[in-house]
């Protein structure tokens, strides 16, 4: 078995302790986990095309974005390493970068459990409950998925009421 496990700022520890509790225990037979964060490059590249076309002739070393494609690169490592030590078994760590719902999908390519959070309203149940990013993964993963929730779930009083009944 071969577990994905899409690591996020605000989800990570949820999606971590659910593979936990879902995965074999290691040993013979392990499953082969594999920890993803993705990193969206469209903030630095919006970075490095406001200085270029404003700011930055004559001066590429004062370039925004390179600060920023450096701290992204070492959030990531950090997010990487302590999900890793959430996890508390061997894990492949692959950190990725481009546009994320796509890359998540790409990396779930072969892959026998995918294991991803909530992202979007945490307050009611429904399909507001999943960001776009999530919601895209979740309708085009290619293996099955586990979709948890980052904190308790609310209750069934946030369901909508049913609709009125006809005329």
């Given at each position: 078995?071969?577990?994905?496990?899409?690591?996020?700022?605000?989800?990570?520890?949820?999606?971590?302790?659910?593979?936990?509790?879902?995965?074999?225990?290691?040993?013979?037979?392990e499953a082969e986990v594999r920890l993803l964060h993705v990193t969206d490059d469209q903030i630095a590249g919006a970075?490095?095309?406001?200085?270029?076309?404003?700011?930055?002739?004559g001066h590429p070393e004062r370039d925004p974005g390179?600060?920023?494609?450096?701290?992204?690169?070492?959030?990531?490592?950090?997010?990487?390493?302590?999900?890793?030590?959430?996890?508390?078994?061997p894990a492949v760590r692959l950190d990725r970068h481009g546009r994320v719902e796509h890359e998540v999908v790409r990396a779930a390519e072969g892959v026998d459990l995918l294991v991803c959070a909530?992202?979007?309203?945490?307050?009611?149940?429904?399909?507001?409950?999943?960001?776009?990013?999530?919601?895209?993964?979740?309708?085009?993963a290619p293996c099955a998925v586990l979709l948890v929730w980052p904190a308790p779930a609310p209750g069934l009083d946030s369901l909508p009421p049913p609709p009125p009944p006809p005329h």
């Open positions: 078995m071969i577990a994905l496990i899409w690591i996020t700022e605000g989800t990570w520890r949820s999606t971590v302790d659910a593979a936990r509790a879902q995965l074999p225990p290691g040993g013979a037979g970075a490095h095309a406001a200085f270029a076309g404003l700011l930055g002739r390179d600060r920023m494609e450096e701290l992204a690169r070492s959030a990531a490592a950090d997010l990487l390493e302590a999900a890793a030590a959430r996890l508390d078994r909530r992202d979007g309203d945490r307050d009611r149940l429904g399909p507001h409950s999943l960001g776009h990013a999530t919601r895209f993964v979740v309708d085009h």
